[in-house]
């Protein structure tokens, strides 16, 4: 995917703040007509920078693309990691609930790019940084599995794991995605987390 790569990454401070400005332009131009509307020319306009600055660190808008795309992904990872850290120190539907708010919430913040690039960009699923972080998210999941082995009721415990990973993922964006309230946001979110539980522990938690 080398075409989805920039040409080059900046150095100096200045380069910094055009190459940053060209990827912000591309994120608030999907946010609000959509990824066949969004073009470079488009973009360089926006970012207030020349089209020749703007190929001069990217070969297309694809790789602009990618750029915001693994920018983004490296937020919802980090939230996870400090989701996953708090987690750990918490009795275990309380672990859930934490770890499932905090995973909605962080694509939540980001939604209106996130259900474009997601929902309306061809090539997105298959970039690196939406590969590793399902990855990561994955991994991640087998160390909720080995720290809570005790809490857990899962036949085949590393499969089962990736599996409920795996259906949470789509779940998490479906909530995160939806045009509703926050407030019926944040029921789904507690019901998806009690769900979540249920298949993790074999019965509903005592108190929801």
Do not use: C
Not at 89 to 103: E, H, I
Not at 106 to 121: G, M, P, T, W, Y
Not at 170 to 189: G, H, P, Q
């Amino acid at each position: 995917m080398s075409d989805f790569a920039p040409k080059k990454w900046p150095k100096q401070a200045r380069s910094h703040v055009s190459f940053n400005a060209i990827v912000d332009a591309a994120a608030r131009l999907l946010r609000e007509n959509g990824y066949e509307a969004l073009t470079t020319n488009r973009i360089a306009e926006q970012a207030g920078v020349g089209i020749a600055t703007l190929y001069e660190f990217f070969p297309n808008k694809e790789a602009i693309v990618a750029e915001l795309t693994r920018r983004l992904m490296a937020k919802v990872e980090a939230e996870m990691e400090e989701a996953f850290a708090k987690a750990m120190g918490l009795d275990p539907w309380p672990g859930v609930t934490l770890m499932t708010m905090r995973a909605v919430g962080a694509l939540v913040e980001e939604r209106d790019v996130l259900r474009v690039l997601l929902r309306q960009v061809p090539f997105v699923p298959q970039l690196p940084a939406i590969v590793e972080t399902r990855a990561a998210l994955g991994a991640l999941s087998q160390r909720v599995r080995i720290q809570a082995a005790g809490a857990l009721d899962l036949p085949m415990p590393e499969e089962d794991a990736w599996l409920i990973s795996e259906m949470l993922y789509n779940a998490i964006l479906e909530v995160a995605f939806l045009d509703v309230s926050e407030r019926k946001r944040a029921e789904l979110t507690k019901e998806l987390a009690r769900l979540t539980y249920r298949m993790a522990v074999g019965r509903d938690p005592e108190a929801v």
